[in-house]
């Protein structure tokens, strides 16, 4: 394996190795969806949601959508990161903010462990949907920051660690509405509450159709010796609705907003039928990636027809060759 994770080994991620007739870069685990739309009693849907090692196992923060349709999310624990136990309580804050902070919704949160706690991002209601911010040490007290940015903003994702002694976060503005457009930016800060040095990444392509309305950053992006490996969801808009799919990129490491390399043809496109089959028809949306540094194994979670979540898996290696090799970026 030339291409190396920059991170912890974790011996115990869950993997099944590709299917011989297989001839995918990313390929689906066999017990897909691994969190059925009903896997706690008060939930429509369980779906993108972001996992991390945590103990001796894992824990999680779920997009659970109730049965009267309220966005909301909830801890969880596993021993395998396949087999979850999610609360059936959805995550109260400790000490918001105050004045006018409003919680009205809150999905698709994205899970960092940067320093000494795991930060949860998330599409947070106020006036509209924008970054949420908070941290835990436990997932079982959870405290909430200052919003990340204005409304209208979705997809905040942040880096692992500090990039020349400043944090970092990928970001989507939006609208309030589906959202028929959307670009990647980063932005910077020195202390998670004021954010600037906005920077443009990377947009939509006429040229690559699975891509062509909108794109957004999905897992926290993965260090590597050739660049930070990020995974997003690139949208189609077709005579049938929006169909969303799954790429990848290949940052600088002391410069993301530089894109190396980027995926033309997606990876994993909906095509089973609990992606093409839903609440929302045919959706891939990636939220999660756990990694192994001495195997180059992932293991990406993605929400499916907003409706389950399910695993897909792929090498470092694998991955990085395939976006060199049909790269977007000329």
Not at 141 to 167: C, S, T, W
């Amino acid at each position: 394996m030339s291409v190396k994770i920059i991170g912890q080994d974790l011996p115990n991620i869950p993997w099944e190795e590709r299917p011989a007739e297989c001839k995918d870069v990313m390929w689906r685990y066999t017990g897909n969806p691994v969190i059925k739309r009903d896997a706690i009693a008060c939930a429509n849907s369980i779906f993108n949601s972001a996992v991390v090692p945590y103990g001796d196992g894992f824990a999680g923060v779920f997009r659970c959508d109730s049965r009267s349709r309220r966005m909301q999310i909830h801890a969880g624990f596993s021993k395998d990161a396949v087999n979850w136990q999610i609360n059936e309580e959805p995550i109260t804050f400790i000490d918001p903010p105050p004045n006018d902070w409003q919680y009205s919704f809150a999905y698709d949160p994205r899970v960092c462990y940067l320093e000494d706690r795991y930060y949860i991002v998330w599409c947070n209601g106020f006036y509209g949907p924008t970054i949420g911010l908070g941290y835990t040490f436990d997932f079982k007290d959870f405290y909430q920051m200052e919003n990340a940015f204005l409304p209208h903003n979705r997809n905040g994702v942040l880096f692992p660690r500090k990039i020349n002694g400043e944090y970092m976060m990928l970001s989507r503005p939006s609208d309030n509405g589906q959202t028929a457009f959307g670009d990647i930016f980063l932005s910077s800060s020195k202390d998670l509450v004021y954010w600037g040095k906005h920077r443009h990444v990377f947009g939509t392509s006429v040229t690559s159709g699975w891509q062509s309305l909108k794109v957004g950053a999905g897992p926290i992006p993965i260090e590597t010796s050739e660049g930070w490996l990020l995974f997003y969801h690139g949208v189609l808009q077709s005579c049938c609705g929006y169909s969303y799919s799954i790429g990848a990129a290949l940052l600088d490491l002391d410069d993301p907003a530089k894109v190396i390399a980027r995926s033309n043809y997606y990876l994993l496109s909906p095509q089973k039928l609990y992606e093409c089959v839903g609440d929302t028809p045919n959706v891939c949306f990636p939220c999660a990636a756990l990694t192994d540094a001495a195997t180059g194994r992932i293991a990406i979670y993605y929400g499916c027809a907003d409706t389950v979540t399910s695993l897909a898996f792929c090498q470092v290696d694998e991955v990085i060759a395939e976006i060199r090799k049909n790269n977007l970026v000329k």
